[in-house]
């Protein structure tokens, strides 16, 4: 009997550990759809900005324009902006991320150039700690949902170690996000910025959605509207001093939409952890409740077995 009660106390301690993950799942998938709901938000920014930039480059020559946020120099120094998240439970989301930024700080080191770390999210922060690398700058305890406010404290400080030449280019390691249950860490340049990522290009927002009792992902394609400035447009300032205004609020835009496609992605795996637990933990009770029914069929063959043994003496 014993047996017994030890197996009833595990599937109550399994069934309450399902219900735990799957209120995890359910919060994830709302704080998903919520940071969708900002990405829609800051898109129409985002897509002006990026035409009256792309016309900028249509009416200068940035090649001929000596701007500090354009000038390409010698590299000797790469700064990493490494973003994670602050909570775990969440997959392999953190350390496919950290993984990804060793790889590239190794290449670095291989090609004899130095490297220094600006971190987002307290998971990273542990790692390179725990390791002593080497660390400009930590940021944590950010908003789930990122914010306007948020990433432009980062970018002031990328502009710093840019522009004081404490570095001479800055890379961004973040997890794109690409589905429900796919996320993939990318490399990309920050600084200094490249007049060809100014062009138009095709979009996709990712809409969370139900499909047959399930949470699934939608994708709606999004075409970028070249809107030429009109040839006879006289600027009241000087068109490079407009670019030289603008540029910084692009490179605040670049590392919004990192952190919003990072919080997507950590969300996302989140959501699937916890999927998977609930699922194990389902597929867990089963079992148990198969062996208590056999251990207590057994446990009541053998009190009969008893009691016929007894009648059978006493005759």
């Known amino acids: ?5 030890a197996i009833r106390d595990r599937i109550k301690s399994v069934k309450n550990t399902r219900k735990i993950t799957e209120a995890m799942r359910l919060v994830a998938a709302a704080k998903v759809r919520r940071a969708q709901e ?5 898109r129409p920014f985002a897509d002006r900005l990026a035409q009256v930039l792309h016309g900028l480059q249509a009416r200068l020559r940035f090649e001929d324009v000596d ?22 439970l969440c997959g392999g989301y953190n350390g496919n991320v950290i993984r990804r930024a060793e790889l590239r700080a190794k290449e670095l080191t291989e090609a004899g150039i130095g490297h220094t770390n600006v971190l987002v999210g307290r998971k990273a922060v542990q790692y390179f700690k725990r390791r002593d690398l080497p660390v400009a700058n930590k940021f944590t305890e950010l908003e789930q949902i990122p914010t306007a406010e948020e990433s432009s404290r980062i970018s002031d400080q990328l502009l710093s170690l840019f522009l004081s030449g404490t570095v001479d280019r800055v890379e961004l390691v ?3 996000f690409v589905s429900l249950v796919s996320s993939r860490p990318v490399v990309q340049t920050l600084l200094p910025l490249d007049p060809q990522g100014f062009e138009a290009h095709d979009d996709e927002i990712f809409r969370l959605i139900t499909r047959a009792g399930r949470i699934d992902v939608a994708r709606e394609k999004v075409t970028f509207e070249d809107k030429a400035l009109p040839k006879d447009m006289i600027f009241e300032q000087d068109p490079v001093q407009i670019l030289d205004a603008l540029l910084p609020l692009y490179l605040n835009n670049q590392v919004l939409r990192a952190l919003q496609e990072s919080a997507a992605s950590e969300l996302a795996a989140r959501m699937t952890a916890m999927n998977n637990a609930s699922d194990n933990a389902s597929e867990l009770v089963k079992t148990l409740t198969l062996d208590y029914n056999k251990a207590r ?8 077995l008893e009691i016929v043994g007894g009648a059978e003496a006493l005759n």
């Open 67 to 88: 701007l500090p946020l354009l000038q390409k120099r010698d590299v000797k120094t790469v700064g990493l902006l490494v973003i994670s998240g602050d909570r775990g």
């Open 174 to 176: 973040y997890t794109k």
């Open 38 to 42: 900002q990405v829609l938000a800051t």
């Open 297 to 304: 069929q057994a446990a009541i063959t053998q009190e009969i």
């Open 1 to 5: 009997m014993a047996n017994l009660k």
